[in-house]
């Protein structure tokens, strides 16, 4: 057993971990960082999907590095399993490793969920969750080589991109979901493009009726029942069925949980004990509009929250520390990009915000006769009162990554459908959509025309 001591130690070295040590050693250059991980290798966590087609192809091609240059190098890695904490007395144990610490961070991520429908299936021998692990990727990657039918049950983000990349090499894929696929994210007038492009793409879909149980024979799976009888048969079954913060170090260190199991935060990422910070999946969020717990995982705001927590260590430096997540995404479905942030009309009408929506229509290039040039969609959703951006929904090509990376700063800085309309923007015609026609604004317009 080894004894170590250390100013800064943090456990996990996924997006949160690596950011928070890094930020810290920029704001305190005189301090020891140490990070401990269980294993040498990991992956990026959302480049999964793509080891699985063609995009990636190898498990390899998505390994994480863990930094390199003057800041990076500075920072001290173990690799170790943590096997308990004891906060009273600044100490971790490890497998092979006593870390005393001054200052903690928990940036232990997220492990899969499994519904309790489901769970009894793990220990079959071609059922899987898609782990984050290096090699329980490298694992899933070798078994479906010689497998054809594969389900996916899940209609988030990673089952969409996992279902399509199966497919693009030639597997016969059937996705199981809810009602519309990316529910939690796009309305129905939006998630109904994506579904006709993985039907184009091959992917069969399952939706409206939730899968019900795993049908096995020995120790296998032959197929899944959905709850109104129907039967789809496989080979392999992935349950794409999201993730839950890894907290079980924290708890049993005695850190509060919160929401969705996430360990208790201030808005600078601190728990009750002011030397102990949570980053990253395993920290307990709230909704940026709602203010209620969220359950959203992001490496976005993972990332975002590691520079706060980094930064305040020793010192608040900023009044303004993590005001919530607003659930920014976007993803590729064929050569579509959709991309969304904030609440959707649906999640509006949940939470009983008074609020109008603006839609625009038109083409990424201008003029339309450009070689490239696609169509290209944006939905706003603003208070009716205030004008408030409060979401927003885009589909068109890559583009539309950024794009709706604008909407988020609207969200983030508050900003009103008044602030869009007078939006100033670079355009050129074999980059964006004509300034005459920028979609943004005319969203923002069309808002204007309802409320008054």
Known sequence: MKNRETDILIIGAGPAGMVAAMTAIQSNPTKQVIVIKPYEKSQVPCG??????????????????CGSGPIADKIQKIIDTVQSVDIENKTITALNHTIKFDKLIFATGSIPFVHKNFQDGLELENVFTIDKEYHKVEELKNYLEEREKVIVIGDGFIGVEMATELASVGKEVTLIGGRHILGFSFDEDMAIEAEEIMRDLGVKLALGEHAKHIIRKDKMATGIELCDGTFFETDVIILATGYQPNTALAKD????????????????????????????D????????????????????????????????????????????????????????????????????????????????????????????????VKLIAMRESGRIIGGQVIG????????????????????????????????????????????????????????
């Not at 005695?254 to 949570?278: C, H, P, Q, S």
């Open 253 to 280: 260190a005695g850190l509060k949980l919160t929401g969705y199991d996430g360990i208790w935060v201030d808005e600078f990422m601190r728990t009750r004990n002011k030397d102990i910070f949570a980053v990253g």
């Open 48 to 65: 999964i999907p793509y080891v699985f087609g063609n995009t990636l192809g190898t498990v390899e091609k998505n390994a994480m590095p």
């Open 397 to 452: 090509d890559k583009e539309a990554g950024e794009i709706i990376n604008i909407i988020g700063l609207a969200i983030e800085s508050k900003l009103t459908i008044h602030s869009l309309i007078s939006l100033q923007v670079a355009t050129q015609p074999l980059l964006t959509a004509a300034p005459t026609t920028y979609p943004i604004v005319l969203a923002a317009q069309n808002i204007l025309k309802i409320t008054h």
């Open 282 to 377: 395993c920290s307990g969020r709230r909704d940026f509009i709602t203010r209620d717990s969220s359950k959203v995982m992001l490496a976005s705001t993972s990332a975002a929250e590691a520079r706060v927590a980094g930064g305040s260590l020793y010192k608040i430096k900023h009044l303004k520390g993590f005001d919530g997540t607003i659930a920014i995404f976007s993803t590729m479905i064929g050569n579509r990009a959709f991309a969304s942030a904030g609440v959707t009309e649906k999640r509006a009408t949940d939470e009983n915000i008074d609020y109008v929506s603006g839609f625009a229509q038109g083409m990424n290039r201008h003029p339309a006769t450009i070689p490239d040039a696609s169509k290209q969609s």
